[in-house]
């Protein structure tokens, strides 16, 4: 990845409102409360013809003890050695304060490029406020006084950054590649199994529930093979979602879901499968995505050679007929198949683009179809004489009949199961439409 820019500075300073500004979309969570976002969150943004990925982190603070400011310092430090630039926000209403000089001189020894942003210049009189803030001393370029909100400021700003960077020819660096969402209850793992996968903190880890608040984007490389896989925030019963931030967390990742290719619902072993889970599962069925179900902290289970079937066989049964998604028993800690975990996504990834020749559809189906074929309605014999695979994002096959309106459901889902019996569509949603011959 290259051209980077890294907004940084201390909380509650408006780093997420530019972020969602220079990418034009509301990606990061918004709110006044200090210490909302706390993960490095990533988009891509263009200025001049010139392409970049943005980084938004949480607010850096010092001497505190709290476990979530100490791990958004080191997702700051990650997110400055990243950067081919820094944005350093600071606040034209609050004026220049000791934390601001504290983070100054965390960045005085980089040689990177670092522009000091004044935001909340909403007016004249906090626009001449920025000169306070050339005491810092840090940066060789002027103070760029802005208003995030509205935008005024930020293309003078941008006319800078992009100085910087080499045109590279990409217009979305993402495009084209399998899309992978990790969803589940809160405290199932999901940040634990992206660490994992990483090798490094790439979204911070605790006991506490709700530590994940925006959707995660990473860019991840297996077995010669791109993909990005997002970490997202816990999702609860409606019923207990009381703030406004887990509220908008929540609706990140339903937002996350609907963007993905595949989504990886992640369930506690210790709990089994939730209604909360079959929700999630019934929604990106629902939303046509390929679905997989990660069982994790198995370690923690008490087991003999019968358990995985047994509890297997439990989860197949609350799944009803979707029974063909398939399901994976992982321990993260422990490290106990989270690559084969991602090659089972991989794979449901290709089942979803898989496309059978016309040929070869008929070949199979038409004999299935003749050894069984649909009930007669009010004396009316219906035949069916061609099938073929539509072209579209996902498998739909048209078969082709006398008097399609006499087809009923039961028969469809023979013929559904005749096809995943024939081919792969493991861990996809087949659909069948029916059309006059």
């Not at 504290?102 to 009189?125: C, H, M, W």
């Not at 993905?260 to 069925?285: H, T, Y």
């Amino acid at each position: 990845m290259a051209n980077i820019v890294a907004i940084v500075g201390r909380p509650n300073v408006g780093k997420s409102t530019l972020f969602n500004r220079l990418v034009e979309e509301r990606k990061a969570i918004e709110d006044n409360l200090s210490g909302v976002t706390r993960d490095r969150h990533y988009g891509h943004a263009q200025w001049n013809g010139k392409f970049f990925s943005v980084i938004d982190t949480g607010g850096y603070v010092t001497g505190s003890d709290d476990v979530f400011e100490a791990e958004i310092r080191k997702q700051v430090k990650l997110a400055v050695e990243e950067a081919d630039v820094i944005l350093f926000i600071t606040d034209c209403h609050d004026g220049l304060t000791d934390l601001d000089k504290e983070f100054a001189n965390e960045l005085r020894g980089t040689q990177k490029p670092i522009y000091v942003v004044a935001n909340k210049a909403d007016s004249a009189d906090k626009a001449l406020m920025a000169s306070e803030f050339y005491a810092l001393g840090i940066s060789d370029f002027e103070i760029y006084p802005i208003a995030a909100t509205s935008g005024s400021g930020t293309g003078e700003l941008l006319d800078q950054v992009v100085t910087h960077f080499e045109d590279s020819g990409e217009e979305d660096p993402d495009a084209g590649i399998p899309k992978i969402s990790i969803l589940g209850r809160p405290n199932v793992g999901k940040s634990s199994f992206l660490n994992a996968l990483l090798g490094k903190d790439r979204s911070i880890v605790t006991d506490e529930a709700g530590t994940t608040r925006d959707a995660i984007h990473t860019r991840y490389k297996l077995f010669g093979q791109d993909f990005i896989i997002t970490d997202t925030a816990g999702i609860r019963k409606k019923a207990k979602v009381k703030e406004d931030i887990e509220f908008y967390s929540v609706m990140r990742s339903l937002r996350t879901l609907e963007e993905s290719d595949v989504v990886i619902v992640m369930v506690d072993a210790s709990r089994g499968l939730e209604s909360q889970d079959i929700n999630l599962i019934s929604l990106a069925i629902k939303n046509n995505k390929g679905v997989m179900i990660m069982v994790n902290k198995w370690d923690l289970i008490e087991k003999d050679h019968k358990t995985m079937n047994k509890f297997k066989d439990q989860m197949l049964e609350r799944l009803g007929e979707h029974k063909w998604i398939p399901i994976i028993f992982t321990s993260v800690t422990e490290k106990q198949r989270i690559f084969q975990a991602i090659e089972l996504a991989v794979k449901v990834y290709e089942n979803k683009n898989r496309r059978i020749p016309t040929s070869k559809l008929n070949d199979v189906m038409l004999p299935e179809i003749e050894n069984y074929p649909p009930p007669a309605w009010k004396g009316k014999y219906i035949k069916i004489k061609y099938v073929t695979q539509l072209p579209t994002k996902n498998p739909v096959f048209a078969f082709f009949c006398n008097l399609p309106q006499y087809i009923k459901s039961p028969y469809t889902r023979f013929l559904e199961n005749r096809l995943r019996e024939n081919f792969d569509f493991e861990g996809v949603p087949v659909k069948i439409v029916y059309k006059s011959k």
